[in-house]
């Protein structure tokens, strides 16, 4: 019997933007006690699995196949002990060093889901992944169940002191991942910053990386352009460093030609 299987990297970058964004159920989402910290002090950033403002469960170290820091010209690995966890969060303990632009990140493991036909058509639909919707359609599959495979891979950013360095553009060796291509710090009202794409991206003119901006009231479906970037957006009024992330979508170039037997 063949099954289609379609891989998915889910990118957040979180609380870089103020957008207006919605998130579904089930994503992931790092969001620290503080954006700005002093030199040396300690920080909580809490890993939400769920929506962006309500976490449904920890997840488990054996997970996580990568948490990195990177900042102030290094980069580390936590200790599993400066993990904790509640009943619906998972949370990280760090302290920061010298002056600079932060990131932190966690890269978590594939998982494997089955959808019916149905169920995975209206997914493909909702999340605006309409060139393999399309082509489903165009290849008449049969109506059998589909097989997902996901990961996770998110990132937040802090800025420690008044230096404001690259680090927070150093990529984290994830499989997939948001580049920036300004600090988010030094972003001002009215600035239209620009992500320069997610390494590991879509191809030029797919979907567009930052799947939720077609979201946004009026903007509509849009897609990456000759760079394979998504489009540019404005910083509002209300914009400031704390605020909803920015969430993307990368599909795996083989997506069609995983088969089960």
Request: glycine share 10%; aromatic share 4%; net charge positive.
């Amino acid at each position: 019997m063949m099954r289609q299987t379609l891989t998915l990297f889910a990118l957040s970058l979180g609380a870089v933007f103020a957008l207006p964004l919605s998130a579904s159920a089930h994503e992931m989402f790092l969001k620290p006690a503080q954006f700005e910290l002093a030199p040396g002090a300690k920080t909580t950033i809490a890993l939400f699995n769920g929506t962006i403002d309500k976490s449904e469960n920890p997840i488990s170290r054996d997970r996580m196949t990568s948490v990195m820091v990177v900042g102030a010209g290094g980069s580390s690995a936590p200790d599993p002990a400066q993990w904790r966890d509640d009943k619906a969060t998972s949370y990280l303990d760090l302290t920061v060093g010298g002056p600079g632009s932060y990131v932190v990140g966690v890269s978590t493991a594939p998982r494997i889901i089955e959808l019916s036909a149905d169920n995975f058509e209206e997914y493909l639909l909702h999340d605006g992944i309409e060139d393999t919707l399309k082509a489903r359609q165009a290849a008449n599959v049969p109506r059998t169940p589909v097989k997902e495979r996901y990961s996770k891979h998110v990132k937040t950013i802090v800025q420690v002191g008044g230096a404001q360095t690259d680090d927070y553009a150093r990529p984290l060796g994830f499989p997939a991942e948001i580049l920036l291509g300004k600090n988010p710090a030094a972003v001002k009202v009215g600035d239209t910053p620009r992500l320069p794409g997610a390494d590991q991206g879509p191809a030029h003119g797919g979907p567009a990386g930052l799947r939720q901006l077609r979201r946004l009231q009026g903007l509509g479906a849009r897609r990456s352009d000759a760079t394979g970037c998504p489009p540019a957006h404005r910083r509002n009024r209300q914009g400031r460093l704390p605020g909803h992330p920015a969430r993307a979508l990368v599909h795996h170039p083989d997506q069609h030609a995983a088969r089960d037997r």
